[in-house]
């Protein structure tokens, strides 16, 4: 049997530890974990969509016409009818 260079015998992981699944697995609950926070960081519904009125220095909704004065786009849905969160 051939002996290998002092410098390939030693392997900084184990060939039989099963690293793929364990990266896609973190991957996976990583992506979960961030779709669940960005799910909850709103109330925003899938038709918000807020335009800036610079002459009038507020937010306007393009769906329902609410208006709401902020530095930047608003992040919570002022339209009565949408869902709310508990």
Known sequence: ??????????????????????????????????????????????????REDRAAGEWVCAFCDARMASNGPPKLCQNPSAPTKD
């Open 1 to 50: 049997m051939r002996r290998l260079a002092p410098s390939l015998q030693w392997v900084p992981f184990s060939l039989t530890t099963p690293t793929m699944p364990i990266l896609l697995l973190t991957l996976l609950l990583g992506a979960l974990a961030y779709l669940w926070w960005k799910r909850t960081a709103t109330t925003l519904t899938r038709d918000c969509r807020w």
